[in-house]
């Protein structure tokens, strides 16, 4: 199911705040998972690997700021 078709059965049923809230949560959840790969790929991450620690921390910080925007 795509994202907009299981907004519209979402709207049938409940009203736009509760679905801008429950979609608005998915989204964070899964921002986070995102994060978490990246800081589970720094804690991994071995010297001469190719990917600088400070790079990868950088963008598990890029992707959570985006839930404050």
Same mark, same amino acid.
């Given at each position: 199911?795509? @994202? =907009? ?11 736009? !705040? ?5 979609? =608005?949560?998915?989204? &964070?959840?899964?921002? &986070?998972?995102?994060? @978490? ?8 991450? @071995?010297? !001469?690997? !190719?990917?600088? &620690? ?12 985006? !839930?404050?925007?």
């Amino acid at each position: 199911m795509i @994202k =907009d078709t299981a907004v519209q059965i979402l709207l049938e049923h409940f009203s736009e !705040g509760m679905v801008r809230t429950i979609v =608005d949560a998915l989204v &964070e959840d899964e921002r &986070e998972e995102c994060a @978490k790969i990246i800081d589970d790929s720094y804690t991994t991450t @071995k010297a !001469g690997e !190719g990917i600088s &620690e400070d790079w990868l921390l950088t963008l598990s910080e890029l992707i959570r700021a985006r !839930g404050q925007q």
